[in-house]
T-cell receptor
Framework: DVKVTQSSRYLVKRTGEKVFLECVQD?????MFWYRQDPGLGLRLIYF???????EKGDIPEGYSVSREKKERFSLILESASTNQTSMYLC????????????FGEGSWLTVV | AQSVTQLGSHVSVSEGALVLLRCNYS??????LFWYVQYPNQGLQLLLK??????LVKGINGFEAEFKKSETSFHLTKPSAHMSDAAEYFC??????????FGAGTRLFVKA
């Protein structure tokens, strides 16, 4: 089975802190994603990576950056956390062909106070 | 532009009753369509997907969905609801590029 592991399930951070959310997948997938999930809004794509060191902005990239130094690892960075970034963050991965299934991690609940 | 609309943010059924969750999509090309389920405090997992083979797609846990091109719909059904089906369900569409578009989700409640 594909395993997507998000290292932190629950985080509480202060406004202005730099926040790192880490994600690792074990299936050698080329594509990795970070989504934000908010009630009534579904999943919104923050960033996408199709290869090591390659990234594309999604629908809501403002206030976020990403890093992909190794194929299996994709990190989401909040340079200066704000209260409106309080949300559930989901990491996901997918193998080559775009119509393939996306596999999700269990999510990271971030609260910014 | 592609889009997904899920009708009803909340659906409540009795245990043993039919489950029907509605999804309509907008796409100018033949789509790939997906239903994902999210149990409390977990990520999403695939229930089923349509990839232009049979229009009736069977998934896990007794769920199925029918692709109707004329209605641009991909509704999810299960003949008899179980308490363990209580979760949030997301319809999604992929039509090209790198993005899969997700609907806003429908939370299913199952009453004993």
């Amino acid at each position: 089975d594909v395993k997507v592991t998000q290292s932190s399930r629950y985080l509480v951070k202060r406004t202005g802190e730099k926040v790192f959310l880490e994600c690792v997948q074990d299936m050698d997938h080329e594509n990795m994603f970070w989504y934000r999930q908010d009630p009534g809004l579904g999943l919104r794509l923050i960033y996408f990576s199709y290869d090591v060191k390659m990234k594309e902005k999604g629908d809501i990239p403002e206030g976020y950056s990403v890093s992909r130094e190794k194929k299996e690892r994709f990190s989401l960075i909040l340079e200066s956390a704000s209260t409106n970034q309080t949300s559930m963050y989901l990491c996901a991965s997918r193998s080559g062909t775009f119509g393939n299934t996306i596999y999700f991690g269990e999510g990271s609940w971030l609260t910014v106070v | 532009a592609q889009s997904v609309t899920q009708l009803g943010s909340h659906v409540s059924v009795s245990e043993g009753a039919l489950v029907l969750l509605r999804c309509n999509y907008s796409s100018s090309v033949p789509p790939y369509l997906f239903w994902y389920v999210q149990y409390p405090n977990q990520g999403l997992q695939l229930l089923l997907k349509y990839t232009s083979a049979a229009t009736l797609v069977k998934g896990i846990n007794g769920f199925e969905a029918e692709f109707k091109k004329s209605e641009t719909s991909f509704h999810l059904t299960k003949p008899s609801a179980h308490m363990s089906d209580a979760a949030e369900y997301f319809c999604a569409v992929y039509t090209g590029g790198f993005k899969t578009i997700f609907g806003a989700g429908t939370r299913l409640f199952v009453k004993a």
